[in-house]
């Protein structure tokens, strides 16, 4: 049986197609390398951004640049799904990445935080289809049962981009300039080849014919989510400047208020047409499945984001010397993807795999949270290494949550909307966590400052003209502190520069307590709320 053969016995009805693991992996070969892209693309900037940020003067604005594009490919998310229904995978996939590529083309070129960030709003538009199209595709081929094994090749996709974007970020974060141009463009600019390469995989092997599903575009949805979330997120990022009660802010939840309340009217009308079908929440699973990707989404961003901010802040470590840190984390979450991906194929059960997971982040967030400025770097590693653990059980199983009672006529459509919910947990997780870091660090950090001045041996080493000069512009009137820079660390005597390393573990703690108690709601509701279901084999 030939594999188009293959594919059309499966859409006389609502069962998969019955196609072979030859045939399944041929599909995959294209959409890993695809996914491949999209994960690296978050994992190269990462261990890159402090670099970034300091070049472009903007330390404390880095989050935009991450959230940028968390907001844009959330929002682009849910169409993705109703398109590909409409016109099939293989060109909206493409369309994907290609927008993917020209916002890469473009960061290469920013010249400041702000530009940065809207260019990388570009490049979400793209990413937003990348790996929730993926994830579609290998359930429009496989059973229930056999997604787990098949996902899990994507989340060892993810393992093998963990490893090989830090270190690639760090190298080219670490270059002053390559070919002419500054290193750190070529964080973005390598995405162009890339890109090339995955669209030619993707037009070679994504040929199964596509049935279409009759669909109107919900773009009144779009329209209305938009406008309710944008202001939410735009004053997660801003309100530690604007002030939370400040009358910006006030308007920002007002029109974000207003926004879901008008998404919400407008998808009960659109009925089946909805970018988001409201009807899917009568399905339990689905509704578990799609509220924890939300609460971990946002545990999972602000740890990866606040984690490398330790390593080269307060650690003093590069980029690549912090990228290759993070190996326990990359390690435990690939040994456990391929493990929990086996065992969920073999058994068809996957609740004590997600409540494991949960626990395991939870864990690692307190771990994270006992770091002191002196702690030894295994005691890291040790949160590391629980936070992949928890990673590999918990983000495959919870897809397969919000999947496995899913029709497949709305496939596109849900999984798109998992892949939605994960966003914007992961967009408010770095706005939220980043903000609180920076809101609260410059204080703490001015306190210390005034204490250590009581000791006339602070003193003089402040006097020292090298300290002197590299706390120039950094130290305001009044005992306040400029933190848009930290490259002056780099500057300071060690001595001289204990009280802002104290000052960012203190307001880093604080972060990490607040992402395991988001953690722990998570851990509670897989274990009391899951049901235990034994997945179909049909």
Same mark, same amino acid.
């Given at each position: ?32 390398? $695809? ?11 990462? $261990?890159?951004? +402090? ?27 849910? &169409? ?9 995978? +293989? ?156 009358? !910006? ?10 926004? &879901? ?57 590069? !980029? ?18 391929? &493990? ?53 059980? $918990? ?11 899913? !029709? ?66 950094? &130290? ?59 997945? $179909?084999?049909?």
């Amino acid at each position: 049986m030939t594999f188009s053969d293959a594919r059309r016995q499966g859409t006389a009805g609502d069962a998969p197609a019955r196609l072979s693991h030859r045939q399944i992996t041929a599909v995959m070969s294209g959409l890993v390398l $695809s996914m491949f892209l999209g994960a690296l693309d978050q994992t190269v900037v990462s $261990s890159a951004l +402090r670099t970034i940020a300091d070049d472009l003067h903007g330390l404390t604005s880095q989050a935009w640049v991450t959230t940028a594009y968390l907001i844009t490919a959330t929002l682009a998310t849910p &169409l993705y799904g109703k398109l590909s229904d409409i016109h099939g995978r +293989r060109p909206v996939y493409l369309a994907a990445i290609a927008l993917f590529t020209a916002g890469s083309l473009l960061c290469g070129t920013a010249g400041s935080i702000y530009e940065l960030a809207a260019f990388r709003a570009v490049q979400g538009i793209g990413g937003g289809g990348l790996i929730s199209l993926a994830m579609t595709i290998v359930a429009d081929i496989t059973t229930p049962r056999e997604r787990g094994r098949y996902q899990g090749y994507f989340m060892a996709v993810f393992g093998g981009a963990s490893i090989v974007g830090p270190l690639v970020g760090g190298a080219f974060a670490d270059r002053a300039t390559l070919l002419g141009i500054a290193g750190w463009r070529w964080i973005f600019l390598i995405n162009v080849p890339l890109a090339v390469a995955a669209a030619i995989a993707i037009v070679r092997v994504l040929r199964f014919p596509h049935r279409p599903v009759r669909h109107r575009l919900d773009y009144p949805g779009a329209l209305a989510l938009a406008v309710g979330l944008v202001p939410l997120l735009t004053v997660a990022e801003q309100g530690r400047t604007w002030g939370w009660d400040a009358p !910006p802010a006030l308007l920002a939840y007002a029109i974000g208020g207003l926004g &879901l309340a008008a998404f919400v009217v407008v998808e009960r009308r659109m009925g089946d047409a909805a970018l988001i079908p409201l009807r899917l929440f009568r399905i339990r699973t689905f509704r578990l499945g799609v509220g924890l990707h939300f609460v971990v989404g946002i545990g999972m961003f602000g740890a990866m984001t606040t984690l490398p901010l330790y390593l080269q802040l307060v650690r003093g470590m590069t !980029p690549m010397a912090a990228g290759l840190a993070t190996l326990p984390t990359v390690a435990a979450n690939l040994a456990i993807t391929l &493990l929990v991906g086996r065992l969920i194929a073999r058994t068809g059960r996957f609740k004590v795999h997600l409540v494991a997971g949960a626990g395991s982040l939870t864990a690692a967030m307190l771990v994270f949270a006992t770091l002191r400025e002196d702690s030894p770097l295994w005691q890291a590693m040790v949160g590391m290494a629980l936070m992949g653990a928890g990673l590999g059980a $918990s983000m495959q199983t919870l897809t397969t949550l919000a999947q496995c009672e899913i !029709p497949r006529t709305d496939m596109g459509a849900a999984t798109a909307s998992v892949n939605f919910f994960r966003s914007n947990g992961g967009t408010i997780g770095t706005a939220a966590f980043l903000s609180i870091l920076f809101s609260t660090a410059a204080g703490r950090i001015a306190d210390r400052l005034a204490a250590a001045r009581h000791d006339p041996a602070y003193g003089r080493l402040l006097a020292r003209p090298d300290n002197a000069h590299a706390l120039a512009g950094v &130290l305001r009137p009044g005992g306040g502190v400029e933190l848009q820079d930290s490259a002056f660390l780099r500057a300071l005597d060690p001595g001289a520069a204990l009280p802002f390393l104290q000052g960012y573990v203190s307001s880093m703690r604080l972060v990490f307590l607040t992402g395991a108690a988001v953690t722990l709601v998570a851990f509670l509701i897989a274990a009391w709320r899951v049901p235990k279901l034994t997945l $179909s084999d049909e």
